[in-house]
């Protein structure tokens, strides 16, 4: 599961840009929402690493 948790941000941010084009609004409107992606994919990452880290021992 760890091995494919990089495509989490890139599938949500290719959702994200298909629901902006579908909507028809403009990527520049929708940048605050890749950011959000970014950011949460690097939380739930970040988390995910700690855990390891903390079961290691």
């Known amino acids: 599961m760890f091995r494919i948790l990089f495509l989490l941000p890139i599938v949500l941010c290719v959702a994200w840009y ?8 403009p ?17 739930v990452l970040g988390f995910f690493l700690l855990m390891i880290k903390v079961t290691q021992h």
């Open 27 to 43: 990527i520049k409107q929708g940048k605050k929402g890749f950011v959000y992606i970014l950011i949460a994919s690097a939380l």
């Open 18 to 25: 298909l629901f902006l084009k579908h909507n028809r609004v």
